[in-house]
């Protein structure tokens, strides 16, 4: 029988260092064409300029991509992404189970420091206005996007905490994905309206969350 040959020690280590680049690689693509796109148009931005801005070849954007529309989506997808993972992360920080939400007067609070570190950490990103504007004027050439999952996500897990606070007697919802729909309008959709993301300051944020929460809560909490 064969000896079996020493595992390089080295492997391991070497197939992180190419994962890594490889992760590194696809966001400073990412992040040149989200500029790109929206500063030049997408039509108007090639696969070069992407490739320059990114300092990579072309032919690892089209290795990675497939074309520009791939391209634009991956954009997209990635905006997505980080948008469910900031969502959860505020779900943990205010909304959890082991909350000390005893009352509605607590919820409320717990509510308006979900939303607000939504909004500072949404609306205070270039890279979220940005990814709005390309989702708006691009939608006709990206109709996957109706059915992605990311497009859904976030309000599936803002209607389950709401679900839970019906549950134990705080709200009054009938429908929770519709009481997720009424959250997000009173307030992130409604500071979006105020005035483009970056004009928005800190004090307006925290003011327009605190007064959507408010009229959530007039709205929907149980009587």
């Known amino acids: 029988m064969a000896a079996a040959t ?83 992360r505020a779900i943990a920080d205010h909304l959890a189970d082991d909350a000390p939400i005893a009352d509605q007067a607590a919820l409320e609070c717990a509510l308006v420091g979900f939303a607000v570190q939504i ?40 209607a389950e905490r709401i679900a839970h606070f019906a549950d134990v007697g705080l709200l009054d919802v009938d429908d929770a994905f519709l009481a997720a729909d009424h959250f997000n309008a009173l307030t992130t959709l409604l500071a979006m309206n105020i005035r483009f993301p970056d004009q928005l300051s800190t004090d307006a944020t925290r003011r327009t969350m605190a007064d959507g929460v408010h009229a959530f809560m007039r709205a929907y909490g149980a009587r």
Do not use: C, W
């Not at 929206?38 to 039509?43: A, C, K, Q």
């Not at 074309?67 to 969502?87: N, P």
């Open 6 to 88: 020493p595992q390089d020690p080295t492997s391991k280590s070497t197939s992180k260092t190419i994962r890594a680049g490889q992760a590194h690689k696809r966001s400073a693509i990412l992040a040149a064409a989200r500029d790109l796109f929206v500063l030049d148009g997408v039509e108007r931005t090639s696969m070069d300029a992407v490739a320059a801005r990114a300092s990579v070849s072309k032919r690892t954007v089209y290795d990675y991509y497939g074309d520009k529309r791939g391209l634009l989506l991956g954009v997209v997808v990635a905006a997505g992404e980080s948008l469910v993972e900031t969502l959860r």
């Open 119 to 158: 909004g500072e950490t949404m609306l205070g990103s270039a890279d979220y206005g940005s990814t709005i504007k390309l989702i708006g004027d691009n939608r006709a050439i990206l109709p996957e996007l109706a059915h992605h999952p990311l497009n859904s996500a976030p309000e599936a897990a803002l």
